[in-house]
């Protein structure tokens, strides 16, 4: 029951993007497809699960002062380690997600997870903990990607959808994602407000 | 000439390809701190000065140390690190030199950590190819500081916004977080606007 818990929060209830508002900048910046998306959101789940497991493991021998370069290195080794694999098995995907590989690192979700859940609880706990969180982050950029391909690119899985029609490609850039992230969190907002009514 | 490339980066990496509204990064910060507009002017100048900082030093760690004993995979586990200290490092210096100005900017430094448009912009500088030609690494300490100028213009211009939207009657949905989004897409659309300039 409590795994459970540990579990499904991630998703809605302490969802890191809608609710917590972390972990913006690959959120926006790699939603331009689903097929994107789904490469980073696994890079990150990976990178979360075994931050959570190494940081879970060492919690009672790090010196509180220093935990934070601690974290911040054991996070680092493991990007460095998904990074050289996608370098060397997925090189597409490594050139299309880009600097946003290495810039996993700033993930704030990673960090956050670590200091909050990963230094205080098990090495079980903190597995589930990683991998609904991870899930709560794919789902958002899921269908961010999911909408701004089908408006920005005319496509959805790199399939074209409607032959010549004229996609808009101010949704495959910048402001396309503000947009929608913003109408996302309008929505996550109007359904909260009707579940307390 | 080289004046000209080196003014066309500046200028580029501030309206063009501004970090914030163009290239996504260091959103958090974009975010958390521009609700009111002295507090974003102290966290642009903190983050002015880190990036610029970091793109010479982090220049100078990837071309005389890691290249030459061919350890480049170390990239990203070292900049952090550089970064992180560098940061302590600023915070201890300004602590000493400044106090006042330690009071201003003291609760933003520890935050530009793991602000992603430093470690960001050390990346950038080595994916520009900037390693191996000429003033190398002055362009990349003028891709930092237009990094920096750029996202403390759109910080301050959000915090001015904000600021205003505060007393604006919004719907209650759409307060906080919603309408900050959509506020941000629309400066993204007018920084687009920068992208036709011929320099």
Known sequence: MNYWQEFVKGIWKKNPILILGIGMCPTLAVTTSVSNALWMTMATTMVLVCSNILVSLVKGFVPGHIRIPIFITIIATFVTVVELTLNAFQPAVYKALGIFIPLIVVNCIILGRAEEFASKNSIILSVFDGIGMGLGFGVTLFVLAFVREILGANKLFGLTLIPGMQPSSAMIIAPGAFFTLGLMLWGMNYINSRKKD | ?199
């Open chain 2, 1 to 199: 000439m080289e004046i000209k490339v080196l003014f066309t980066i500046l200028i580029g990496t501030i309206f063009i390809n501004n970090f914030v509204l163009y290239q996504m990064l260091g959103l958090c910060p974009f975010l958390g701190v521009s609700k009111k507009l002295d507090s974003a002017l102290g966290m642009g100048l903190a983050v002015i000065f880190v990036m610029t900082l970091a793109s010479f030093i982090t220049f100078l760690v990837y071309k005389y140390i890691l290249v030459p004993y061919d350890i480049t995979f170390l990239r990203t586990i070292s900049f952090i690190l550089v970064i992180a200290a560098l940061v302590q490092l600023v915070e201890m210096v300004i602590d000493k030199v400044s106090p006042s100005l330690y009071q201003a900017l003291g609760i933003f430094l520890p935050l530009i950590t793991t602000n992603c448009a430093v470690l960001g912009v050390a990346v950038l500088n080595i994916n520009s190819g900037f390693l191996d030609t000429d003033l190398g690494l002055l362009k990349s300490v003028i891709q930092g500081f237009g990094g920096g100028v750029g996202f403390t213009l759109a910080l301050l211009l959000m915090a001015g916004i904000r600021e205003r939207l505060e007393l604006a009657e919004i719907s209650d949905n759409l307060r906080g977080l919603p309408i900050t989004f959509i506020t941000a897409g629309l400066l993204a659309l007018a920084f687009l606007g920068f992208a036709g300039m011929k320099i």
